[in-house]
């Protein structure tokens, strides 16, 4: 488009943003609803595409969902491509081809097959809070590569996943000099895109966690219905000061989360009173290897209880159990203990973990394992009973089974007795405590 002035009917409500895309190459963009960030997306794509150096250039925008992608940008980049002569539309691939032979184009990435094998020089990842970790990390990355193009990450905050990852990396990349990378955020408080009155509205109807999350971009804040929010979780991170004293009369409990499928790993959790300790994380192992590990594992540290998770770990269990090994196993499906308020085991594990963390439990410092333990919702059954939403609805919007955070909870699966050294007999628990504790000694 060398020596052609266009104009398009867009007057950037944010200019100095425009300017900070133009300068770097991953650029992290937070902003609260309605800030326009996929005007102001359509519009930076369309204006690289026109000014694309290269041949053939090629640009997409990608939306969690194509029936989404198509419902919020598409008119958009028909409306301010209009004004180019020769742009051409075509419906069916939700594309505009420029005059320059550069196309800009819309995906959905619940297709990511349709994404495989294409190159870009550059890309508008939309609401990537809600997205799979591998279209980035395995699609789009290496589509970028050999003609070094460019991605915009746009999107409110919901909680730890793969934007909140990618919007610390964009900080700590930029306040280490790396002139790639860009964090910017932008609260309501901020802009000035709604008027005061409503944003005071918003601020009188909605919930505080609704609140911070959607118009403040806390990404610590939580959806209502989650039952672990993501504050309690990063107090846990945090708690640091429990020494070997504190715990040494509370039992070792481990937890077995047995790997599905072929992407899903095999997690061995141990847990004594108030400190998780970091999880043992097999993939691709068989049952019989990861049995072998466990068996490892029990030697190691005397547990008084092993809970396995029955669903897929019935060889797991049948070989610690030929090892002379005593297990227990645990259906995710089956009967709580206290049946009259939580629909099954799973959810009645989960609970306890919730309530060990609000406890002063103490995790390790995990992404995955936060992300985990703060991305499942919780509802109501028939019965009013609480339950856990299934772990395959958590794997749809994880992009990954939470196998760490199952497998911590599985360490809350029932009461354990004290493991005392010698021929001392075992002493039982004659008053259930939660939190693996003995005597009040924390």
Not at 29 to 37: E, M, N, P, S
Not at 183 to 210: H, I, K, M, Q, Y
Not at 271 to 291: H, I, K, S
Not at 326 to 344: P, Q
Request: aromatic residues 8%; glycine residues 8%.
């Amino acid at each position: 488009m060398a020596g052609m002035k266009i104009v398009i009917p867009y007057k950037p409500r944010y200019p100095e943003v425009h300017a900070t895309l133009g300068m770097r190459r991953f650029c992290v963009l937070v902003a609260h609803r309605r800030f326009g960030k996929t005007v102001l997306a359509v519009n930076h794509a369309l204006k690289r595409a026109l000014c694309c150096p290269l041949a053939h250039g090629s640009y997409a925008y990608v939306a969690p969902f194509r029936n989404q992608a198509k419902a919020v940008a598409w008119d958009y980049l028909k409306h301010y491509s209009a004004p180019i002569p020769g742009r051409a539309v075509n419906e069916s691939e939700l594309s505009v081809s420029l005059p320059n032979e550069a196309r800009v184009r819309i995906f959905g990435a619940d297709n990511p097959d349709a994404l495989r094998g294409l190159y870009f020089d550059g890309v508008v990842l939309d609401e990537v809070a809600q997205m799979k970790p591998e279209v980035w990390e395995e699609i789009i990355q290496p589509a970028l590569a050999d003609r070094r193009g460019w991605t915009l990450f746009i999107g409110t905050p919901k909680g730890v996943n793969l934007f909140s990852e990618l919007y610390e990396r964009a900080r700590r990349e930029e306040a280490a000099g790396n002139s790639d990378w860009a964090a910017l955020c932008f609260r309501v408080d901020e802009t000035g895109a709604l008027p005061a009155e409503e944003v005071e509205r918003l601020r009188r109807e909605l919930s505080d966690n609704a609140w911070r999350q959607e118009m403040l971009c806390d990404f610590t804040a939580a959806s209502d219905d989650v039952l672990i929010p993501i504050d309690l979780v990063s107090e846990s991170v945090e708690r640091k000061s429990y020494k070997e004293g504190d715990i040494r009369h509370a039992p070792v409990v481990l937890g077995v989360d047995v790997a599905r499928f072929g992407s899903d790993s095999t997690v061995i959790f141990r847990r004594q009173g108030l400190v998780a300790f970091p999880p043992l994380v097999l993939r691709g192992v068989d049952n019989m290897t990861a049995a072998d590990r466990l068996a490892q594992e029990i030697a190691a540290h005397s547990p008084s209880g092993v809970f396995i998770d029955a669903g897929q770990g019935q060889g797991v269990i049948d070989r610690a159990r030929q090892l002379g090994h005593d297990v227990s196993e645990v259906h995710f499906g089956g009967r709580a203990l206290r049946h009259d308020i939580y629909a099954n085991r799973r959810m009645e594990m989960w609970a306890g973990l919730r309530d060990w963390l609000r406890a002063g439990g103490s995790i390790p410092d995990d992404t995955a394992l936060k992300s985990d333990l703060s991305t499942p919702v919780y509802g109501f059954d028939a019965a009013g009973r609480m339950l856990l939403e299934s772990k395959d609805k958590i794997k749809e919007r994880l992009g990954r089974s939470p196998d760490l955070a199952d497998a911590l909870a599985l360490t809350f699966a029932a009461p354990v007795a004290v493991a005392l050294p010698g021929n001392v007999r075992r002493k039982a628990r004659t008053e259930y405590d939660l939190f693996g504790t003995v005597g009040g000694d924390r």
